[in-house]
């Protein structure tokens, strides 16, 4: 394709000066590497989603989701990634920039999220056989200084892409009005952030599910030493109601477990470590586990789940879709950080409830320990982590087909 007045003018202003090289934080990974480019901070869950299901739906596959900023934590600390995904700084669009963050990477396949396009990046990527495809495209991503008064420079790069996918109405007629055909233009649902089912010993589930047969169980997932007494308060509080109520408590940051169990027995409940490989009996109140991969087991058990760190500033940082995607019903305070997003769209539906005290956690454990409360709440959190699944699938389709494909050119 000739390239416009208008591109071209770009890439000789930006060829200006000499462009700072990019650092990268880790080499590039062995075997095959999508790149993800998150242009909102916002969408950053839903981009890790989506990076997560593609490594879940390919074994050996890493990602990199490059973005503007580092996504940190609500204490300033980056967060750290996990297994598989590399979260890096975008470098910035000058060629040699370009080329030094294209030559580290040598990402197989691209998705482009939002809008916001870096010219010489694409050009760059698009040259070197790099399938490109672009989703969740919006409005806002196409209206910025450039585009609108160098239009021509998106005309030219829109077509590179093998798939564009908008999230509203309006922005298939922006991207129509830059040149590209209707029939290029998909539009879908925004990509939002799903969560992902955590793991479980099949085992251990039937094992604790028949120990606990016949009676109510709530999980505390989380929690701080600010916050034991709240949720032991509660828990005193719905035991008036529910003689065989179990908590199962999940201490984390600055409550270690053998100050939890002291505390709890101090206060007169009857308490078991789940870590010391015990199960409960008839006569256990709480059941203590300091161990993060038991988490998908105590979500599957418990119908409801108070999500620790949101009573407390600076340490709500557990996903609520995670809770949601297992079927349990979702309690939290005020202190979310950066899942708000997440736990206003579960409010919203009615699959979680915000709570300010011990008084409103009890009452609300009383209530939803109830099956047929925790159902309707389950099933409404349901609905929330399935919002997305069918443009998730788009894209897994999408990306495993052209990464098979690049495998057998190779």
Same mark, same amino acid.
């Not at 999500?307 to 809770?323: F, K, N, T, W, Y």
């Not at 206003?344 to 956690?361: E, K, P, T, V």
């Given at each position: 394709?000739?390239?416009?007045? &208008?591109?071209?003018?770009?890439?000789? =202003?930006?060829?200006?000066?000499?462009?700072?090289?990019?650092?990268?934080?880790?080499?590039?990974?062995?075997?095959?590497?999508?790149?993800?480019?998150?242009?909102?901070?916002?969408?950053?869950?839903?981009?890790?989603?989506?990076?997560?299901?593609?490594?879940?739906?390919r074994p050996g596959l890493n990602v990199l989701?490059?973005?503007?900023?580092?996504?940190?934590?609500?204490? &300033?600390?980056? =967060?750290?990634?996990?297994? !598989?995904?590399?979260?890096?700084?975008?470098? *910035?669009?000058?060629?040699?920039?370009?080329?030094?963050?294209?030559?580290?990477? /040598?990402?197989?396949?691209?998705?482009?999220? !939002?809008?916001?396009?870096?010219?010489?990046?694409?050009?760059?990527?698009?040259?070197?056989?790099?399938? +490109?495809?672009?989703?969740?495209?919006?409005?806002?991503?196409?209206?910025? $200084?450039?585009?609108?008064?160098?239009?021509?420079?998106?005309?030219? +790069?829109?077509?590179?892409?093998? /798939?564009?996918? %908008?999230?509203?109405?309006?922005?298939?007629?922006?991207?129509?009005?830059? &040149?590209?055909?209707?029939?290029?233009? *998909?539009?879908?649902?925004?990509?939002?952030?799903? !969560?992902?089912?955590?793991?479980?010993?099949?085992?251990?589930?039937?094992?604790?599910?028949?120990?606990?047969?016949?009676?109510? =169980?709530?999980?505390?997932?989380? %929690?701080?030493?600010?916050?034991?007494?709240? #949720?032991?308060?509660?828990?005193?509080?719905?035991?008036?109601?529910?003689?065989?109520?179990?908590?199962?408590?999940?201490?984390?940051?600055?409550?270690?477990?053998?100050?939890?169990?002291?505390?709890?027995?101090?206060?007169?409940?009857?308490?078991?470590?789940?870590?010391?490989?015990?199960?409960?009996?008839?006569?256990?109140?709480?059941?203590?586990?300091?161990?993060?991969?038991?988490i998908g087991l105590f979500y599957r058990v418990?119908?409801?789940?108070?999500?620790?760190?949101?009573?407390?500033?600076?340490?709500?940082?557990?996903?609520?879709?995670?809770?949601?995607?297992?079927?349990?019903?979702?309690?939290?305070?005020?202190? %979310? !950080?950066?899942?708000?997003?997440?736990?206003?769209?579960?409010?919203?539906?009615?699959?979680?409830?915000?709570?300010?005290?011990?008084?409103?956690?009890?009452?609300?454990?009383?209530? +939803? #320990?109830?099956?047929?409360?925790?159902?309707?709440?389950?099933?409404?959190?349901?609905?929330?982590?399935?919002?997305?699944?069918?443009?998730?699938?788009?894209?897994?389709?999408?990306?495993?087909?052209?990464?098979?494909?690049? $495998?057998?050119?190779?």
């Open positions: 394709m000739a390239r416009s007045l &208008g591109l071209s003018a770009y890439r000789a =202003i930006a060829r200006r000066g000499e462009g700072v090289l990019p650092t990268p934080n880790s080499a590039r990974p062995h075997g095959e590497l999508l790149w993800i480019h998150c242009t909102e901070d916002d969408a950053f869950l839903a981009v890790k989603d989506l990076a997560l299901r593609q490594i879940s739906s989701i490059t973005m503007a900023a580092l996504p940190r934590a609500d204490n &300033g600390k980056c =967060i750290a990634p996990p297994d !598989g995904v590399f979260v890096e700084a975008i470098c *910035e669009d000058h060629p040699a920039s370009v080329d030094a963050f294209l030559n580290h990477w /040598a990402p197989d396949c691209c998705v482009w999220t !939002g809008g916001w396009l870096h010219p010489n990046l694409i050009l760059a990527a698009d040259e070197r056989n790099c399938p +490109l495809f672009l989703i969740n495209a919006d409005t806002s991503g196409f209206d910025g $200084r450039r585009d609108r008064w160098l239009p021509d420079v998106a005309r030219n +790069l829109l077509p590179m892409f093998a /798939a564009v996918m %908008v999230r509203t109405p309006a922005t298939a007629r922006r991207l129509n009005q830059l &040149g590209l055909p209707k029939e290029d233009i *998909e539009i879908t649902t925004a990509l939002q952030a799903s !969560g992902q089912p955590l793991p479980c010993n099949e085992s251990d589930l039937a094992d604790l599910s028949a120990a606990c047969v016949g009676r109510a =169980i709530w999980f505390a997932n989380g %929690v701080h030493q600010e916050e034991l007494q709240t #949720v032991l308060a509660a828990h005193r509080q719905a035991l008036r109601l529910s003689h065989r109520l179990l908590l199962i408590l999940r201490p984390t940051g600055n409550l270690a477990p053998k100050n939890a169990i002291s505390q709890i027995r101090n206060d007169g409940f009857r308490c078991m470590s789940w870590d010391d490989g015990n199960f409960p009996d008839e006569n256990t109140q709480v059941l203590i586990s300091e161990d993060p991969r038991e418990a119908p409801v789940s108070f999500l620790g760190g949101s009573l407390v500033v600076g340490r709500g940082d557990i996903d609520p879709l995670e809770a949601a995607a297992l079927g349990s019903a979702v309690l939290y305070g005020p202190r %979310v !950080g950066r899942y708000l997003h997440s736990y206003s769209r579960l409010a919203s539906a009615g699959a979680a409830r915000i709570i300010n005290d011990s008084a409103a956690l009890g009452m609300a454990v009383t209530r +939803l #320990v109830a099956p047929d409360q925790a159902a309707l709440m389950a099933h409404a959190g349901w609905d929330v982590v399935s919002e997305g699944a069918a443009l998730m699938d788009r894209i897994t389709d999408l990306v495993q087909d052209t990464l098979d494909t690049q $495998r057998g050119m190779n």
